[in-house]
């Protein structure tokens, strides 16, 4: 059935139907991590679509050579090598967004989307199918965290990508960690509802 | 099957050699840059290259910390301090320290930090930066209440303010000491 | 006492899971049962504190003097992917009861992030072995304190009847998590 995906479908599914930070629960630790600001969030989600289509792209042209007991450990040699080419390069070019992050870069390694997405899609698909999966599960991961990022700062600092909406403070509870689990968790029982309803 | 991880590893610690070199100039700049905006930021009026004239200063524990000094026409007008502490709340805090030749703290910005988001992080807002501002920390006791000075901590975050202000403290300190050491 | 500030600060004030953000994976899929839970919390400890040695090693005598940290990254995922596997044949030939309780979580570490993260970490924080054997313990334990905790929590969850139905798994254990990590900032005035 996955194999007549169009190519809009493929695209769409990562950002709706399969949204892999709302919907499949991957990669949590810099949903949480980085969203207490709206600007962090797409950067974020920017350098995590980076690494997504780049290693969607190389896997799924390498996916023939490689033997399969070494698999795992090809792909994240593959992947780590592209999380170093965006750190050298935020380094390089957003050298204050890159600071802000910190850890969080490196560790886009270890972000279960990116091995997910290798394993269930790159490694069976073409190349081309494969950066547009790529590119849908990226947009769907930014989406998701600049949302977040977003419910986060406006209520928590009063707000918006750095722009003040009012001069009080604000709730600093969503600032810190807590409402970083809360928020999340009220956003998820929201799209919960909604499905019901629909259905 | 091991030849083929070898072979994958190989290719990309080589294309990663390439990346690095290629970025090497870039980041190098960029750290430059960062810099040269919080000299400009602390200090004004000077018309050498501070950056060029940098110098170490000692402080107390051992430690060196740059000093960029600021001259005018060739007579100093006072020196921005690179300083550092690494009592915050998690992780370093770098600070760019302002002061005058008679040690009156003109700007304090803040280069690094990873303290935590809406707490100690506060340490960038202006409310407690000016509370540094215009003073000699020969004079007011730059310490927190707390301690016995008379800096209000950022609620919520007394370990991040002590931190800042140990670093100013300790700037000052190692200006004055160096500059004792001239004379 | 240094070391104990240390240890404190890492297990209660900044716990790697709820002020740090780091293993939210394992935090939230591992943790229906408090028996799994203390099973994955005692692997972590295990792997967390062999694996920072080792990368510690690698990157002060091997990256650092070839020039090489820009590889950093690379090497400490093989580094922790090979530990891994080593440690998983090791148990099962050593101690095979160790390895019934603990194998089948094994595998799922290599994609934890605190074990990269602390690694990565003791590098940022310019820590010497012995500070950084202490600073993994420390995180390690934080991590089981957390998830033992949160999975007690969970268990008695499962029971109570009445919550709307949208609200039921994962919302729900988040928002408990949410009220865990306000608990454990209570923590913060210790040191």
């Given amino acids: 059935m996955e194999k007549t995906l169009t190519t809009r479908e493929n695209l769409l599914k990562g950002i709706f139907r399969e949204n892999p930070t709302l919907v499949l629960l991957l990669g949590c630790c810099p949903t949480l991590g980085v969203t207490s600001s709206a600007s962090n969030a797409i950067g974020m989600g920017l350098a995590t679509l980076f690494v997504l289509v780049m290693s969607n792209l190389a896997i799924s042209l390498v996916k023939n050579v490689i033997p399969d007991k070494v698999r795992i450990p090809s792909f994240i040699v593959i992947i780590a090598a592209f999380v170093t080419v965006v750190q050298l390069l935020m380094e390089a070019y957003t050298p204050a967004l890159f600071a802000q992050l910190g850890l969080f870069i490196p560790l886009i390694v270890v972000n279960c989307i990116v091995l997910g997405r290798a394993e269930a899609f790159a490694s069976r698909y073409s190349a081309g199918a494969s950066v547009i999966d790529g590119l849908g599960m990226g947009l769907g991961f930014t989406l998701a965290l600049l949302l977040l990022g977003s419910v986060r700062e406006v209520l928590g600092s009063l707000s918006w990508f750095g722009m003040k909406l009012s001069d009080s403070d604000g709730m600093l509870v969503f600032v810190l960690a807590p409402g970083a689990f809360i928020t999340l968790g009220f956003i998820i029982a929201i799209m919960n509802g909604l499905k019901k309803q629909k259905s | 099957m091991v030849i083929a991880l070898v072979v994958v590893t190989a290719v990309s610690a080589v294309a990663l050699g390439f990346v690095y070199q290629w970025t090497k100039e870039p980041i190098a700049k960029a750290r430059l840059t960062t810099q040269l905006k919080a000299i400009e930021a602390v200090m004004t009026g000077y018309d050498n290259n501070p950056v060029q004239e940098k110098f170490f200063l000692s402080t107390e524990n051992g430690d060196s910390l740059e000093c960029f000094p600021g001259k005018k026409g060739g007579t100093p007008i006072g020196v921005a301090i690179k300083a550092k502490s690494s009592k915050g709340y998690s992780g370093d805090i770098w600070l760019m320290v302002g002061l005058d030749t008679a040690g009156t703290i003109r700007n304090i910005v803040v280069i690094e930090h990873k303290e935590t988001p809406g707490l100690g992080s506060k340490m960038t807002s202006e409310k407690f930066l000016n509370q540094f501002l215009n003073t000699n920390p020969a004079v007011t006791d730059l310490r927190v209440k707390k301690d016995g000075g008379t800096i209000d901590a950022i609620s919520g975050a007394t370990i991040s303010s002590r931190a800042f202000s140990q670093a100013v403290r300790e700037a000052y300190q190692s200006y004055r000491h160096g500059k004792d050491a001239h004379h | ?191």
Avoid: H
Avoid at chain 3, 45 to 59: A, D, G, K, P, R
Avoid at chain 3, 131 to 150: D, E, Q, W, Y
């Fill in chain 3, 1 to 191: 006492m240094e070391y104990v500030i240390l240890l404190i600060s890492t297990v209660l004030i900044n716990n790697i899971v709820l002020a740090k953000f780091l293993g939210i994976c394992p935090f939230l899929g591992v943790s229906k049962s408090s028996s799994t839970a203390l099973g994955m919390g005692v692997a972590v400890i295990f792997v967390m504190t062999i694996s920072t040695v080792f990368t510690w090693l690698v990157y002060t005598y091997l990256l650092l003097p070839l020039d090489l940290s820009y590889l950093q990254t690379v090497t400490y995922i093989l580094v922790i992917a090979f530990l891994v596997q080593v440690v998983e044949i090791v148990m099962k030939k050593v101690s095979p009861e160790l390895y019934q309780a603990l194998g089948v979580y094994l595998p799922l570490i290599t994609t934890n992030c605190t074990i990269l993260g602390v690694a990565i970490l003791v590098v940022q924080n310019d820590f010497n072995l012995l500070k950084s054997v202490v600073f993994a313990i420390g995180n390690s334990v934080g991590f089981t304190l957390a998830i033992v905790i949160f999975s007690s929590i969970r268990e008695q969850m499962d029971m109570a009847e009445g919550m709307p139905a949208w609200m039921k798994g994962t919302p729900a254990a988040l928002i408990t998590a949410g009220i865990l990590a306000m608990a454990f900032m209570g923590f913060a005035g210790l040191v």
